[in-house]
C-alpha cells in the first residue's frame, strides 16, 4: 500500500510544479545550477506514478552516473513511501546494454555477450591491426580506438561512415580496420561499450516492430544533464520519444552553463535543436537558485558572464535569509601551503561541527589531490577520492614505487615481480619460471638469481638482452644515487628502463593525466631527504587510513562534481596553465578556454554556504619552481563578492618574488604576464630541451644554472657555477632564454 508524502508539490515553486505537472507533451527544463532541475526530474517520476498515469516499468529516466541514478530512485523511493522495482533508470550505457540483451540477435549477438574493457579492445584492434603491416610507431592503436570511438560517438557504423569522414590514419586504411574490428568483435560474440547504444540504435532504426515495441512501453522519458548528450545518445533519444502517434513525453534538463564533456563528443547543439525536433515543445526555464547563497550565486553568474553565446539566463537566489560569506580567495607560496591552509580549514570546521561529509576539495586534475591527501592523512581527517583512486593506488605511481623500491632494496621481490616486464621487454615466461626456480632452490631474492644467470650465461635471447639492460639501469642508478641524490636517480631510471617513454608513446586519454601524476610523484620526493625517508613516508601513509566511516571529506574532480551538492567547497589550483588548463590556453581562441570556463562555474555552483578559491605563487613543475599567476577566472568574479585572504591578488601580481624564499634558492621567474602561459607541460620540457645547444644556459633545481660543455643524444654535461661539472639528463633541465 502506498503511503506517499502528500506534500511533495507543495514545498516546490509554481515554475518547477508547473514542469512536473505538465507530464505529457515534450518539455525542456532550461534552467541554471541548483535551480532544482534533477529534483524536479525525481518528482515529475513520482507524480507520474502517484497520478496512475503510468507503471514504474512505463517510465525510462537517464541519469549521467551510476549514483545520480541510484539517488534517484531512492528520492522516488522516498516520495511513493516505499522502494520502486523493475525501473528503466540508469545512465544511457546501462540502459542500452539491458536493452542490447533482449535483442542481441538482431546484430548477429547472442543475449550472453560480453562487453570488453579497454585493455580487451586495444587487445582485439592490434590483432585486426596486423595484416596491415602499419608502423605502429607512427599510428599507434590507442588513437585509432579514440577515432573509432569518436565515430561510434556520432552514430556511424562502418556503412554510414564517408569519406568525408574517413581519416588519414594509417594511410587511409581506418575505416576498413574499423570493419574488421566489428566483425571480429561479432564472432567473439562481444561488443565494446560504444557498440552498447550504436547496435540499439541500429536495431531502432532497422527495425520499425523493435521500435514500436518500446514506443508502446515508454510513456514517459526523462533526461537529466541534456546537455552533455553527444550525438548517438540523442538519436536514440529521439527514436524512442518520436513516436508514430505524435505523441512525444520527453522531459529533459540541462543547463547549457553546465557543459563540460565535449571532449567527449557532448553536442550542446542538442539543447538547441530540441524545440526544432519536437515541434510544440514547452520550454520552462527555473530562476530560483535553492542550492547556494547570494554571495556564491553572484560570484558564479559574474564569471560565466564572460562566456559568449551563451542561450541566456536569470538565476536568483531562492533561499531566504542566505546572504552569507563571500567567496574567500587565498593566495598561498607554494601547493605545500595550499595543502596545509585547506587542511587547517577543514580541521576548524570539523570541530565546530561541520560534517565532514559535506566539505569537497575540487580540483581541475586528477594529480592534485595527492598534497591534499597527504595532509588530510596527516592530520587524521578521513577523506575518499570520488569517482577515482587515492593517488598511491594509482597504478603508475605503484609502478614507480616499485622502481624506487628495487632500487633502495634490490630483494624485495614483490616491488621487481612488478616492473620485470613493464614496460613490456619481451621476458618469456620460462624465463621467469627459470628466475623463480632459482631464487627458490637457492634461496636468494629474484634479482640475486638474475644476476646469477647472467653471469652463468644460462639466460638465452631476449630475455637476456632485456635483463641485462634493466640491471645496468639500476647499477647506473644506484651510482647516481650516491653522487646526485634520490631525486636525480629516480628521475633517471624511470627514463632509463623506458617507463615514462612506455606512457609518452601511449595515446589513451588517461596518458596525460598518468604523466602528470608521475611528475606530482617526483615531486614530492624531492621533500624528502633521502630515498628510504620517502618511501617510509608512502607505506606509512597508505597505512593510516583505515577509518570505516561515511564522514569524509571528498576529493575530486571538477568533471566528477557535476551535479552534486556540498555545505563547503574548496577550489584550489585557481592559476593560468593549471585552471584553465595549459591544454586549454594552447589550443588558443575561446572555445576550449570557454569550456574551462563552464567548468569553473560547476565548481563554484556546487557550494551550499561557503567556497574557498585558493591560488599559488609558485608550483614545482618536475625539478624547477616556476612562478605562476592568479588564474583570469578570479579576476572575473566581481570583486563585491570576494574576500582577499592572505595576500590580496593584486599585490600578488605586483610583487616578485625574491628567490631568497626558498631554500634552494633556486626559484626562476620566468612568466610576467598571461599571454606567456605560467605552466611547462612535461611534453614542452621534453621539446625545448631535446635540442639543447651546447654553450646553453640551463636550470637544474638542485643544481642551479649551468653551461652545456657537451651533449650525447639526451645525456648532457654541464658545468654548474655552483657544483662544478655534472652529467645529466636533458630532460631534468631547463633552457634559460
Ligand atoms: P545542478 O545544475 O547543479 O544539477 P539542479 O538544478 O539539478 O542543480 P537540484 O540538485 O535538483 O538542482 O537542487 C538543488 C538543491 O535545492 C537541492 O538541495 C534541492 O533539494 C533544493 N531544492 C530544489 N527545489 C527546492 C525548493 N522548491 N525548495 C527548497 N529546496 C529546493
Ligand atoms: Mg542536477
Redesign the pocket.
Known amino acids: 500500500s502506498l503511503t506517499p508524502s502528500s506534500d511533495y508539490l507543495s514545498?516546490?515553486?509554481s515554475e518547477?510544479r508547473r514542469a512536473i505537472e505538465t507530464t505529457e507533451g515534450p518539455l525542456l527544463i532550461l534552467?541554471?545550477?541548483?535551480?532544482?532541475?534533477?529534483?524536479?526530474?525525481?518528482t515529475r517520476f513520482a507524480h507520474i506514478l502517484l497520478t496512475g498515469k503510468a507503471y514504474p516499468s512505463q517510465i525510462l529516466a537517464v541519469t549521467f552516473t551510476n549514483k545520480a541514478a541510484k539517488e534517484m530512485k531512492e528520492r522516488v523511493g522516498a516520495i511513493l513511501g516505499e522502494p520502486v522495482e523493475g525501473l528503466w533508470l540508469g545512465t544511457f550505457h546501462a540502459i542500452c546494454a539491458r536493452m542490447l540483451r533482449r535483442h542481441a540477435e538482431y546484430v548477429q549477438l547472442t543475449s550472453g555477450f560480453n562487453i570488453l574493457d579497454t585493455d580487451d579492445q586495444l587487445r582485439l584492434l592490434k590483432q585486426v591491426m596486423e595484416p596491415f603491416q602499419i608502423d605502429t610507431k607512427r599510428w599507434p592503436p590507442n588513437q585509432l580506438l579514440g577515432i573509432i570511438q569518436r565515430w561510434k560517438d556520432r552514430g556511424l557504423t562502418p556503412d554510414r561512415v564517408t569519406p568525408v569522414e574517413d581519416t588519414d590514419f594509417a594511410n587511409g586504411h581506418a575505416l576498413a580496420i574499423y570493419r574488421l574490428y566489428q566483425e571480429r568483435l561479432q564472432t567473439l560474440n562481444a561488443c565494446d561499450f560504444g557498440d552498447l547504444m550504436l547496435h540499439v540504435v541500429e536495431i531502432l532504426r532497422t527495425k520499425p516492430d523493435v521500435l514500436a515495441q518500446y514506443h508502446r512501453i515508454f510513456r514517459y522519458i526523462l533526461v537529466?544533464?541534456y546537455q552533455d548528450t553527444n550525438t548517438i545518445q540523442y538519436l536514440w533519444l529521439r527514436l524512442l520519444a518520436k513516436r508514430h502517434d505524435g505523441i512525444s513525453n520527453i522531459a529533459c534538463?540541462g543547463?547549457d552553463d553546465?557543459s563540460i564533456y565535449s571532449w567527449r563528443g557532448a553536442e550542446i547543439e542538442n539543447i538547441l535543436r530540441f524545440e526544432k525536433d519536437f515541434p510544440g515543445a514547452k520550454v520552462v526555464r527555473?530562476e530560483?537558485?535553492?542550492?547556494s547563497t547570494d554571495q556564491i550565486l553572484a560570484a558564479a553568474a559574474g564569471l560565466i558572464s564572460h562566456n559568449e553565446g551563451r542561450l541566456g539566463k536569470t538565476l536568483r537566489s531562492?533561499r531566504k535569509n542566505a546572504h552569507g560569506e563571500k567567496v574567500q580567495i587565498i593566495g598561498v607560496h607554494d601547493s605545500d601551503e595550499e595543502a596545509r591552509v585547506v587542511g587547517g580549514a577543514i580541521e576548524r570546521l570539523q570541530k565546530s561541527g561541520h560534517p565532514l561529509s559535506e566539505i569537497a576539495i575540487l580540483m581541475r586534475a586528477g594529480f592534485q589531490t595527492r598534497p591534499f591527501e597527504e595532509r588530510l592523512l596527516m592530520l587524521g581527517v578521513p577523506y575518499r577520492v570520488v569517482g577515482g583512486l587515492r593517488f598511491y593506488e594509482r597504478a603508475e605511481i605503484r609502478d614507480c614505487l616499485a622502481y624506487m623500491r628495487v632500487l633502495s632494496q634490490p630483494s624485495d621481490d614483490l616491488a621487481f615481480e612488478r616492473i620485470i616486464n613493464v614496460p613490456k621487454r619481451g621476458i618469456g615466461a620460462v624465463a621467469l619460471q627459470k628466475l623463480h626456480k632459482e631464487a627458490q632452490t637457492l634461496p636468494c631474492s629474484l634479482v640475486d638469481a638474475v644476476n646469477i644467470q647472467l653471469s652463468t650465461d644460462s639466460l638465452k635471447g631476449k630475455s637476456k638482452k632485456a635483463l641485462s639492460h634493466l640491471m645496468a639501469n639500476f647499477t647506473q642508478a644506484k651510482a647516481t644515487l650516491d653522487t646526485e641524490g634520490h631525486v636525480v636517480a629516480s628521475e633517471q631510471l624511470l627514463e632509463e628502463s623506458g617507463y615514462l617513454q612506455m606512457w609518452r608513446d601511449d595515446r589513451s586519454v588517461e596518458a596525460p593525466g598518468r604523466l602528470e601524476n608521475i611528475r606530482e610523484l617526483m615531486r614530492a620526493i624531492g621533500d624528502f631527504a633521502t630515498l628510504e625517508g620517502f618511501l617510509e613516508h608512502v607505506a606509512l601513509v597508505m597505512d593510516i587510513d583505515r577509518t570505516e566511516t561515511d564522514e569524509k571529506v571528498n576529493l575530486m574532480t571538477l568533471h566528477g562534481a557535476?551535479?552534486?551538492?556540498f555545505d563547503t567547497v574548496f577550489l584550489p589550483g585557481w592559476e593560468e596553465g593549471v585552471f584553465p588548463s595549459q591544454r586549454s590556453l594552447d589550443e588558443g581562441g575561446n572555445r576550449a578556454l570557454e569550456e574551462e570556463r563552464r567548468l569553473a562555474y560547476?565548481g563554484l555552483?556546487?557550494a551550499?554556504q561557503r567556497a574557498v578559491i585558493l591560488h599559488a605563487a609558485s608550483r614545482r613543475i618536475y625539478a624547477n619552481w616556476q612562478s605562476s599567476i592568479p588564474s583570469r577566472f578570479i579576476d572575473e568574479i566581481p570583486l563585491e563578492y570576494i574576500d582577499m585572504r592572505g595576500e590580496s591578488v593584486e599585490k600578488r601580481r605586483q610583487a616578485s618574488f625574491s628567490p631568497s624564499m626558498f631554500a634552494s634558492g633556486t626559484f626562476t621567474s620566468t612568466r610576467s604576464n598571461r599571454s606567456q602561459p605560467a605552466y611547462k607541460r612535461i611534453t614542452d620540457i621534453k621539446e625545448t630541451t631535446a635540442h639543447i645547444p651546447l654553450g646553453a644556459t640551463v636550470f637544474h633545481q638542485k643544481f642551479g644554472e649551468g653551461l652545456v660543455i657537451s651533449s650525447d643524444g639526451d645525456r648532457l654535461e654541464v658545468n654548474f657555477n655552483n657544483v662544478g661539472i655534472k652529467r645529466i639528463l636533458a630532460n631534468f633541465v631547463e633552457i634559460k632564454s
Open positions: 514545498r516546490l515553486n518547477q534552467a541554471g545550477a541548483g535551480t532544482g532541475k534533477t529534483r524536479v526530474l525525481t537529466d544533464e534538463v543547463d553546465q527555473l530560483e537558485n535553492y542550492r531562492g557535476k551535479g552534486l551538492e560547476v555552483t556546487r551550499r
